[in-house]
């Protein structure tokens, strides 16, 4: 398995599934934007985004859709997995989906417009707007984990939750908004919860092997 790689990226998510999973993969860190810094990386994937991820004859591109394969594929008996038959599975699909249509994508729009355009491009008021638009929807996380540590995984044995990919792929979009400075509107539950994710060792296992390259924040 490989994992193509940008620091801070969305491909922190696989990177993150990986490490949890324990599986043996290359990671091949790269400078951003991929496009136009890693020279042929457009071959491999023509959109030249990251993460691009490698199975074998398999090739994926899309973070969420490789932390749910990673997961299905090989820890379905994992922690990490919610299967079909648990009533969770329909919240735990939403989770999925919802953490990158919903929490990323606004995110993308102000690091453009407050970070990576020029300055005479720059767009403070359409920054300060997707902000507020993040901060509108990430009241769910908040009113979610208002008696638990985790989106999903609730038992007898674990009634706080326990993390699966659901949190991965959210969780990394909430860390995506402390590294680029848009937590200040964070509830004490989102808080706590970026705490966790941070003290997690596959996390900080994630932070030390990407530490040495260049950040797009």
């Known amino acids: 398995m490989k994992l193509y790689h940008c620091r801070d990226a969305r491909s922190l998510r696989p990177m993150w599934a990986l490490e949890e999973l324990g599986l043996d993969y290359t990671l091949i860190n790269l400078p951003f934007p991929p496009r136009y ?10 959109m030249g985004t990251v993460p691009t991820f490698l199975d074998g004859d398999l090739v994926l591109t899309e973070s969420v859709a490789i932390c ?5 594929r090989y820890g379905k008996d994992s922690p990490l ?6 009533p969770e599975y329909g919240e735990f699909l939403n989770w999925l989906y919802r953490s ?3 929490f990323t994508y606004p995110l993308t729009i ?5 970070v990576l355009e020029p300055d005479e491009r720059k767009l403070p008021r ?3 707007d997707y902000k507020q638009w993040f901060y509108a929807r990430l009241r769910s996380v ?10 999903c995984g609730i038992s007898e044995e674990n009634p706080r939750g326990h993390l699966t990919i659901a949190d991965i792929c959210v969780g990394f979009a909430v860390y995506f908004a402390h590294r680029l400075g848009v937590d200040d509107e964070f509830g004490p539950n989102t808080q706590a919860y970026l705490q966790r994710i941070l003290e997690r ?9 990407e530490k040495e390259f260049p950040s797009a924040l």
Do not use: M
């Not at 020279?39 to 023509?46: R, S």
């Not at 102000?110 to 407050?114: E, G, P």
């Not at 060792?201 to 092997?209: D, M, N, T, V």
């Open 100 to 102: 990158d249509t919903t």
């Open 142 to 151: 908040e009113t979610a984990l208002e008696d638990r540590d985790y989106l």
């Open 110 to 114: 102000v690091l453009r417009y407050q």
């Open 37 to 46: 810094k890693a020279k042929g990386y457009k071959e491999l994937n023509p």
């Open 68 to 72: 749910h394969y990673l997961a299905e």
């Open 126 to 128: 359409v920054a300060a």
């Open 81 to 86: 997995w919610i299967n079909s038959d648990d």
């Open 201 to 209: 060792p596959a996390f900080q296992r994630c932070l030390e092997k």
